[in-house]
């Protein structure tokens, strides 16, 4: 099992920034796509930015070109800068492979919560 730790969330207004990291605590870091996921009670977990092994990104609609994803393989962790957030952003944040490694489980999530 891979230990996934999440960090950074917090209060913000609406426009605000926030940078969440992800600790995964494995030797096998460096070499899968990572993701960051988002869930909002009572709502299916959706996918909100992935980074392949080499650097690729890709974007959830909603947030391209508020949100970096990035990531560091020699501290095995993976990065979320978000930028002029939104109510709607609004979630617990959550980061696991891209595609979800359902054997890694989850980390406790980092809520994230902007005000209007």
């Known amino acids: 099992q891979v230990r996934l730790v999440e960090s950074g969330g917090g209060l913000v207004q609406t426009g605000g920034f926030l940078r969440l990291s992800c600790g995964a605590a494995g030797s096998i870091f460096s070499s899968v796509a990572m993701a960051w996921y988002r869930q909002v009670p009572g709502k299916q977990r959706e996918l909100v930015a992935r980074i392949t092994s080499g650097g690729s990104t890709n974007y959830a609609d909603s947030v391209r070109g508020r949100f970096t994803i990035s990531r560091d393989n020699a501290k095995n962790t993976v990065y979320l800068q978000m930028d002029s957030l939104k109510p709607e952003d609004t979630a617990v944040y959550y980061c696991?492979?891209?595609?979800?490694?359902?054997?890694w489980g989850w980390g406790q999530g980092t809520q994230v919560t902007v005000s209007s």
């Open positions: 696991n492979a891209f595609p979800i490694a359902e054997w």
